[in-house]
Structure formats: C-alpha cells, structure tokens
T-cell receptor, first 114, second 112 residues
C-alpha cells in the first residue's frame, strides 16, 4: 500500500517568490492536512482539507493557502516568500477508524528561502 | 491555547533497558494521542496511537494514557541503538476538524 507522497522533496526559492507543494494521500484517505516544521517552533498545523473543503486553519498568515482536488490530492501555496518560511513542510493523511484517527505523514518537502 | 509539553532531553538510556518518555497536554477536549518517532532529516513516523485510558501495547512499545491527569507516556522495552531519535507526542481534539498539537519532542539516545 503506497504511503503519502509529497513533491518536490527539495527546493530553493528566492524571497518574494511563491511556491506550490503537492501531496497525494494514502489511497482511500480523504483527509489531508499540512504542517510546518522548523527548529524553533517545532511542528505546527497549517490547515486541513476534507472532500475539497478546508475544515480548519492554523495560525498562519494569508500567504499560506491550500486546496484539495476531487481525487483527494492536495496542494499548498506560499506566496511572497520570506526567509522565515524556510522549513520542512509535511503533508498528513488521516483516516477515521472506530473511536479514533490514524494520521500518517509523508516524507516532506524541504523548502529553503534565500 | 492548546499545548503539549515534553522534556526536550536528551534522555540517555543504556541498550536493553526501558526508555520512558512522557508528555502532558492542556486541552481536556483532546481525545486521540499519538507518538511519532523522527530521525534527523526525516519525517515523523507513527509508532502508536491511544484513545482510551490505560495501556496499549504493540511489540516493544507501550503507550499509557491518563486523561484525569492529562498525561501520556511511551515505554520502549529492550531499547536498541536504532531507537535513538526524537520522539514527538501529539494530541488531537474530537470532531475531526482540528489538526494535531505537537510537543517539541524528546531526544532519546540509546547507549550501546
């Protein structure tokens, strides 16, 4: 069974540019969420999508946006990049089973802003 | 504000011993709890999830949950050098719409 697939794995961007990251969840999983991981702040929730609808959003500026397609694949976009956006961006695929949820992460996209 | 607290470590444990990792959470509405292992430069890997008070065992790992005390722990028996990593504790609220709230992680070192 394929896991969560994220592309690209590594990228370098210049301040002011924008970036789009892609995520394909585990087959059959309809919920996709995005997280940012930095050494200083740790892992922080960005947003979650289910059935093409954003269900919740973390405490990030409007430069961070996302969307989900009908096949559950998701993209996130960061506009007007800042140096502080350099981070590991993780996509998570969630399935609800019985009393709880099981959440798996992809390998992540390493973004460096210079 | 929802918070998950972990001792950052490093926690050093001899090979073959039991490693005990702990975390506390602030949101009493949290219903699901997760332990992830993260090696340097890699993404978090799910080890255990726990939803009910008590113990849950999976191989060498045992997760413990005490909702009254808002406390979650992970025990690793027969610790191996390959268990050396950062262990992240995460809490998830009910309703399904919130994201995970993570602790900053505990750095575990298994000494051969």
């Amino acid at each position: 069974k394929a896991g969560v697939t994220q592309t690209p794995r590594y990228l370098i961007k210049t301040r002011g540019q924008q970036v789009t990251l892609s995520c394909s969840p585990i087959s059959g999983h309809r919920s996709v969420s995005w997280y940012q991981q930095t050494p200083g702040q740790g892992l922080q929730f960005l947003f979650e999508y289910f059935s093409e609808t954003q269900r919740n959003k973390g405490n990030f500026p409007g430069r961070f946006s996302g969307r989900q397609f009908s096949n559950s694949r998701s993209e996130m976009n960061v506009s007007t990049l800042e140096l502080g956006d350099s981070a590991l961006y993780l996509c998570a695929s969630k399935i609800t089973q019985g009393a709880g949820n099981t959440i798996y992460f992809g390998e992540g996209s390493w973004l460096t802003v210079v | 504000q929802k918070e998950v607290e972990q001792n950052s470590g490093p926690l050093s444990v001899p090979e073959g011993a039991i490693a005990s990792l702990n975390c506390t959470y602030s949101d009493r509405g949290s219903q699901s709890f997760f332990w992830y292992r993260q090696y340097s430069g890699k993404s978090p890997e799910l080890i255990m999830s726990i939803y009910s008070n008590g113990d849950k065992e999976d191989g060498r790992f045992t997760a413990q949950l005490n909702k009254a005390s808002q406390y979650v722990s992970l025990l690793i028996r027969d610790s191996q050098p390959s268990d050396s990593a950062t262990y992240l504790c995460a809490a998830h609220s009910g309703g399904g719409a919130d994201g995970l709230t993570f602790g900053k992680g505990t750095h575990l070192i298994i000494q051969p």
